[in-house]
Protein backbone atom coordinates (compact mmCIF):
# COMPACT_ATOMS: atom_id res chain seq x y z
CA UNK A 1 0.00 0.00 0.00
CA UNK A 2 1.11 3.53 -0.90
CA UNK A 3 0.85 5.05 3.01
CA UNK A 4 2.94 1.86 4.59
CA UNK A 5 5.20 2.55 1.57
CA UNK A 6 5.50 6.37 2.71
CA UNK A 7 5.45 5.66 6.43
CA UNK A 8 8.62 3.38 5.17
CA UNK A 9 10.22 6.42 3.96
CA UNK A 10 12.04 7.87 7.04
CA UNK A 11 14.96 9.83 5.89
CA UNK A 12 17.44 7.53 6.39
CA UNK A 13 21.06 8.93 7.50
CA UNK A 14 22.87 5.39 7.85
CA UNK A 15 23.37 2.80 5.82
CA UNK A 16 24.75 -0.48 5.17
CA UNK A 17 28.02 0.36 3.02
CA UNK A 18 29.20 -3.02 2.27
CA UNK A 19 25.92 -2.97 -0.16
CA UNK A 20 25.80 0.20 -2.87
CA UNK A 21 23.27 0.32 -5.46
CA UNK A 22 24.13 -0.88 -9.21
CA UNK A 23 23.60 1.45 -12.20
CA UNK A 24 20.23 -0.14 -13.58
CA UNK A 25 18.42 0.17 -10.03
CA UNK A 26 19.64 3.92 -10.34
CA UNK A 27 17.74 4.48 -13.84
CA UNK A 28 15.07 2.48 -12.96
CA UNK A 29 14.68 5.17 -10.44
CA UNK A 30 15.15 8.06 -12.57
CA UNK A 31 13.03 6.00 -15.11
CA UNK A 32 10.07 5.94 -12.74
CA UNK A 33 10.66 9.86 -11.58
CA UNK A 34 9.86 10.59 -15.45
CA UNK A 35 6.29 9.99 -15.63
CA UNK A 36 5.92 13.33 -12.46
CA UNK A 37 3.87 16.07 -12.91
CA UNK A 38 5.95 19.10 -14.19
CA UNK A 39 5.25 22.79 -14.07
CA UNK A 40 3.93 23.77 -17.22
CA UNK A 41 5.44 20.20 -18.15
CA UNK A 42 8.44 21.76 -19.40
CA UNK A 43 10.61 18.95 -17.14
CA UNK A 44 13.77 21.32 -16.47
CA UNK A 45 15.18 18.95 -14.51
CA UNK A 46 18.10 17.03 -15.10
CA UNK A 47 19.40 13.70 -13.15
CA UNK A 48 22.74 12.77 -12.20
CA UNK A 49 23.42 9.55 -10.97
CA UNK A 50 26.68 8.68 -8.93
CA UNK A 51 27.51 5.51 -7.51
CA UNK A 52 31.31 4.91 -7.99
CA UNK A 53 33.42 5.16 -5.02
CA UNK A 54 35.17 8.09 -5.56
CA UNK A 55 32.72 10.49 -6.35
CA UNK A 56 30.17 9.12 -3.92
CA UNK A 57 33.35 10.85 -1.44
CA UNK A 58 32.94 13.88 -3.13
CA UNK A 59 29.28 13.93 -2.97
CA UNK A 60 29.43 12.99 0.62
CA UNK A 61 31.98 15.54 1.60
CA UNK A 62 29.62 18.00 -0.28
CA UNK A 63 26.78 17.54 2.30
CA UNK A 64 25.20 18.85 5.82
CA UNK A 65 23.37 15.77 7.93
CA UNK A 66 20.96 15.95 10.50
CA UNK A 67 21.88 19.80 11.43
CA UNK A 68 19.46 19.44 14.00
CA UNK A 69 22.06 16.72 15.55
CA UNK A 70 25.26 18.87 15.15
CA UNK A 71 27.37 16.31 13.98
CA UNK A 72 25.31 13.18 15.49
CA UNK A 73 23.44 12.30 12.40
CA UNK A 74 26.78 12.69 9.77
CA UNK A 75 27.06 8.72 8.97
CA UNK A 76 30.22 7.34 10.10
CA UNK A 77 32.85 5.65 7.97
CA UNK A 78 30.48 2.03 6.83
CA UNK A 79 27.81 4.11 7.52
CA UNK A 80 27.59 6.39 4.35
CA UNK A 81 25.73 6.28 1.56
CA UNK A 82 26.76 4.29 -1.32
CA UNK A 83 25.12 6.05 -4.28
CA UNK A 84 23.49 9.81 -4.90
CA UNK A 85 20.64 11.41 -7.42
CA UNK A 86 21.81 14.64 -8.28
CA UNK A 87 18.64 17.20 -9.05
CA UNK A 88 19.98 20.10 -10.93
CA UNK A 89 17.60 22.61 -13.18
CA UNK A 90 18.94 23.05 -16.72
CA UNK A 91 18.55 27.18 -17.11
CA UNK A 92 18.01 26.81 -20.57
CA UNK A 93 14.45 25.72 -20.20
CA UNK A 94 13.42 27.24 -16.60
CA UNK A 95 15.01 29.45 -14.11
CA UNK A 96 14.30 27.61 -11.21
CA UNK A 97 11.84 24.10 -11.01
CA UNK A 98 11.30 23.35 -6.79
CA UNK A 99 8.05 22.54 -7.05
CA UNK A 100 9.08 19.94 -9.88
CA UNK A 101 11.99 18.85 -7.55
CA UNK A 102 10.00 17.87 -4.79
CA UNK A 103 7.67 15.80 -6.15
CA UNK A 104 10.86 13.92 -8.24
CA UNK A 105 12.58 13.65 -4.74
CA UNK A 106 9.49 11.65 -2.94
CA UNK A 107 8.72 9.55 -5.90
CA UNK A 108 12.83 8.60 -6.47
CA UNK A 109 12.57 7.91 -2.64
CA UNK A 110 9.46 5.75 -2.64
CA UNK A 111 10.37 3.64 -5.65
CA UNK A 112 13.50 3.09 -3.91
CA UNK A 113 12.33 2.18 -0.61
CA UNK A 114 9.98 -0.70 -2.89
CA UNK A 115 13.47 -1.93 -3.60
CA UNK A 116 14.35 -2.23 -0.10
CA UNK A 117 16.51 0.91 -0.47
CA UNK A 118 16.10 3.32 2.03
CA UNK A 119 17.35 7.53 1.54
CA UNK A 120 17.37 11.09 2.28
CA UNK A 121 17.22 14.48 0.54
CA UNK A 122 19.64 17.04 1.08
CA UNK A 123 19.42 20.61 0.32
CA UNK A 124 22.32 21.42 2.87
CA UNK A 125 24.61 21.49 -0.11
CA UNK A 126 28.08 22.98 -0.86
CA UNK A 127 27.03 24.08 -4.18
CA UNK A 128 30.48 25.43 -5.36
CA UNK A 129 32.64 22.23 -4.32
CA UNK A 130 30.03 19.75 -6.57
CA UNK A 131 30.26 22.39 -9.28
CA UNK A 132 34.08 22.17 -9.25
CA UNK A 133 34.54 18.68 -8.03
CA UNK A 134 31.78 16.91 -10.38
CA UNK A 135 33.06 19.21 -13.61
CA UNK A 136 29.09 20.44 -14.14
CA UNK A 137 28.46 23.64 -15.83
CA UNK A 138 27.63 26.67 -13.65
CA UNK A 139 25.96 28.69 -16.28
CA UNK A 140 23.69 25.96 -17.41
CA UNK A 141 22.63 24.35 -14.14
CA UNK A 142 21.79 25.12 -10.42
CA UNK A 143 22.28 22.44 -8.11
CA UNK A 144 19.13 22.00 -6.10
CA UNK A 145 18.58 18.34 -4.22
CA UNK A 146 20.80 15.53 -3.38
CA UNK A 147 18.99 12.43 -2.72
CA UNK A 148 21.69 10.17 -1.00
CA UNK A 149 21.00 6.54 -1.56
CA UNK A 150 22.00 2.89 0.12
CA UNK A 151 20.89 0.01 2.22
CA UNK A 152 19.21 1.08 5.27
CA UNK A 153 20.72 0.37 8.83
CA UNK A 154 18.86 2.78 10.55
CA UNK A 155 16.40 2.46 13.09
CA UNK A 156 13.35 5.19 13.42
CA UNK A 157 9.74 5.83 14.70
CA UNK A 158 7.32 8.19 14.24
CA UNK A 159 5.85 10.01 17.28
CA UNK A 160 2.93 11.72 17.02
CA UNK A 161 2.56 14.92 18.03
CA UNK A 162 0.18 17.73 18.66
CA UNK A 163 0.62 21.34 17.09
CA UNK A 164 2.99 23.48 19.24
CA UNK A 165 5.08 20.12 20.28
CA UNK A 166 8.53 20.25 19.24
CA UNK A 167 8.71 19.24 15.48
CA UNK A 168 12.24 18.05 16.47
CA UNK A 169 13.90 15.10 15.33
CA UNK A 170 16.28 13.11 17.87
CA UNK A 171 18.35 10.16 18.71
CA UNK A 172 17.76 8.31 22.00
CA UNK A 173 19.87 6.50 24.38
CA UNK A 174 19.88 3.50 22.15
CA UNK A 175 20.58 5.34 18.78
CA UNK A 176 17.04 5.20 17.72
CA UNK A 177 16.10 8.18 15.32
CA UNK A 178 12.52 10.04 16.20
CA UNK A 179 10.97 11.79 13.89
CA UNK A 180 7.68 13.77 15.25
CA UNK A 181 5.05 14.14 12.98
CA UNK A 182 1.60 16.31 13.86
CA UNK A 183 -1.82 14.17 14.09
CA UNK A 184 -3.86 14.67 10.75
CA UNK A 185 -7.07 16.14 12.89
CA UNK A 186 -4.18 18.99 14.07
CA UNK A 187 -3.20 19.37 10.03
CA UNK A 188 -6.80 19.84 8.40
CA UNK A 189 -8.55 23.52 9.13
C1 LIG B 1 13.73 19.93 0.80
C2 LIG B 1 14.38 19.12 1.89
C3 LIG B 1 15.71 19.34 2.18
C4 LIG B 1 16.34 18.57 3.17
N1 LIG B 1 17.67 18.77 3.41
C5 LIG B 1 18.30 17.98 4.31
C6 LIG B 1 19.71 18.13 4.53
O1 LIG B 1 20.38 18.97 3.93
N2 LIG B 1 20.29 17.28 5.41
C7 LIG B 1 19.60 16.29 6.06
O2 LIG B 1 20.20 15.54 6.81
N3 LIG B 1 18.26 16.15 5.88
C8 LIG B 1 17.60 16.95 5.03
N4 LIG B 1 16.26 16.81 4.82
C9 LIG B 1 15.53 15.75 5.53
C10 LIG B 1 14.70 16.32 6.68
O3 LIG B 1 15.56 16.64 7.75
C11 LIG B 1 13.66 15.24 7.09
O4 LIG B 1 12.70 15.15 6.07
C12 LIG B 1 13.00 15.58 8.43
O5 LIG B 1 13.93 15.47 9.47
C13 LIG B 1 11.83 14.64 8.72
O6 LIG B 1 12.24 13.30 8.69
P1 LIG B 1 11.53 12.28 7.71
O7 LIG B 1 11.99 12.58 6.31
O8 LIG B 1 11.96 10.93 8.16
O9 LIG B 1 10.05 12.50 7.83
C14 LIG B 1 15.60 17.57 3.87
C15 LIG B 1 14.25 17.39 3.58
C16 LIG B 1 13.65 18.14 2.61
C17 LIG B 1 12.18 17.91 2.29
Do not use: W
Not at 56 to 67: H, K, N, P, Y
Amino acid sequence: MLKELVIKNRSCRKFDETFRPDYETLFSLADTARFTPSTVNRQAVRLMIINDEERCETVFDSLSFAGLLKGAGTPKDGEKPTAYIILLCDLTVAKEMHYDEGIIAQTILLAAVEKGLGGCMLGSINREKLFEELGIDRERYTIDLVIALGRPAQETVIDDISIGESTAYYRDARGVHHVPKIRTEDLLL
